[in-house]
């Protein structure tokens, strides 16, 4: 019965421990500066914007210290999405610090 009643607090120790160590190594998983990329102009928004995402992707998969793990513009921290409209269409410029999962 003992026995039972010390191994419940040793796995939740352990758990805990476990929750606060791996968010300390998500801590710093963003890139030191931020990745700006430009689209083509489109006759849509939201086409200008989804070709300026993938350009920005394909731009953060090319830099050799980021790569893949860092090409998703969902996870990018300090985001800022500019778009211009003219008489020919649309075109954005997207700056965002990539980040890993």
Known sequence: MTKALTTVPVFILVSFLAVHFSAEAHAG???SSPVVARGEESRFLWMA???TRANWRTKVRALPDLGPDYANWARAQ????RCLT???GTVCTF???PCRP
């Open 78 to 81: 300090d985001t800022e999405e």
């Open 95 to 97: 700056t965002g610090t």
């Open 86 to 88: 003219g008489p020919k």
């Open 49 to 51: 914007k989804t070709k």
């Open 29 to 31: 998983a963003c890139a």
